[in-house]
């Protein structure tokens, strides 16, 4: 059967599964599938009721269509902010936008690995698909998703109050403590004889060490830490801080920047995503390394 079919019968009940829940009644009065399938732009994220990003074919290997949890805690975060901003002002839309976020939300949870290692409870997303380009297989997870899940789930307590999704979140963020080789999402990086904490968003036993997913990560932990005055998160967001300013002069390409330890070099949209995340970490800590960096890269 070809692909494109195959991946209309499978999406078409999700996106009417999440029409009832978020109230959406448009399905009902369309005759045809243009609101669940698009011409396929490759890593486009297509506008429908449940985030799809179409990969394509990356080295030899057809990746096609699919649900990951880093597009789709995204765009519930997009959702929450949205709510955020309308419920004093347009109360119903804003509740439109919190029923969304949280269908979206739902779904994660219900995605999510539970495991326990050496005492250690945690919940971890993983990849349903190979990556080629970091020769990663199915079931590879990473830190970007996981903290980006981790804000969701902070989001979705914030707007609604219910301790589970707080707890959840806890639940999130004990997978940065736990070894790649276990499971989780943490690998101790060398750099001569010192030891620093790492969290790959492409986790392996031999990561690249991209350094956007891994800063954004921090950023993240932190906003948690800030939030919710949780010790863990504190102590990860600072071991997290000591090792970007260690390893930074590695990503130095002159006045460029490279995107992983491979010495890849930033296409001009993560060349501008470092330069932000550097400012935003000047501005959060002060400290004139990461404005250097802004400076050396612009």
């Known amino acids: 059967m070809d692909k494109k079919v195959l991946f209309l019968i499978f999406l078409i009940p999700i996106s009417f599964l999440s029409g009832l829940l978020l109230g959406y009644s448009s399905h009902k009065e369309v005759n045809n599938c243009s609101m669940y399938f698009k011409n396929p732009t490759p890593f486009k994220v297509e506008d429908v009721l449940m985030p799809v990003t179409y990969y394509g074919t990356i080295k030899g290997e057809y990746i096609g269509y699919q649900i990951t949890p880093h597009n789709v805690n995204d765009e519930a975060r997009r959702c929450f902010y949205k709510y955020f901003e309308l419920k004093d002002k347009d109360p119903e839309k804003a509740q439109e936008y919190l029923k969304r976020a949280l269908f979206l939300t739902e779904y994660l949870i219900s995605q999510a690995d539970h495991c326990e290692v050496n005492g ?13 380009i970091y020769n990663l297989s199915k079931g590879w997870a990473g830190s970007l998703c996981q903290a980006g899940c981790l804000k ?51 986790a392996s036993k031999n990561p690249p060490y991209v350094l956007n997913g891994f800063i954004t990560s921090v950023i993240w932990i ?20 000591k090792s970007i300013k260690a390893f930074l002069p590695q990503y130095d390409a002159g006045n460029w920047s490279y995107y992983d330890s491979l010495n890849n070099l930033c296409n001009e949209h993560y060349e501008k995503l470092h330069k932000q995340l550097l400012l935003t970490l000047y501005n959060l800590t002060g400290d004139k390394i990461y404005l250097k960096y802004y400076n050396k890269w612009t």
């Not at 250690?120 to 080629?132: A, E, G, K, S, V």
């Not at 963020?173 to 030891?195: D, H, Q, W």
């Not at 932190?222 to 939030?227: L, Q, S, V």
Request: proline residues 4%; negative net charge.
């Open 120 to 132: 250690t409870t945690f919940i971890i997303w993983r990849y349903n698909f190979d990556f080629p």
């Open 222 to 241: 932190g906003e948690f830490a800030n939030k919710t005055g949780n010790e863990k998160a504190k102590f990860l967001y600072e071991e997290g801080l």
């Open 152 to 202: 969701t789930l902070y989001l979705a307590y914030e707007a609604t109050g219910e301790e589970r999704y707080l707890k959840l979140a806890n639940e999130a963020l004990n997978a940065f403590t736990v070894p790649v080789e276990n499971g989780g999402l943490l690998k101790i990086r060398k750099l001569g004889n010192e030891s620093y904490y790492w969290f790959p968003e492409y």
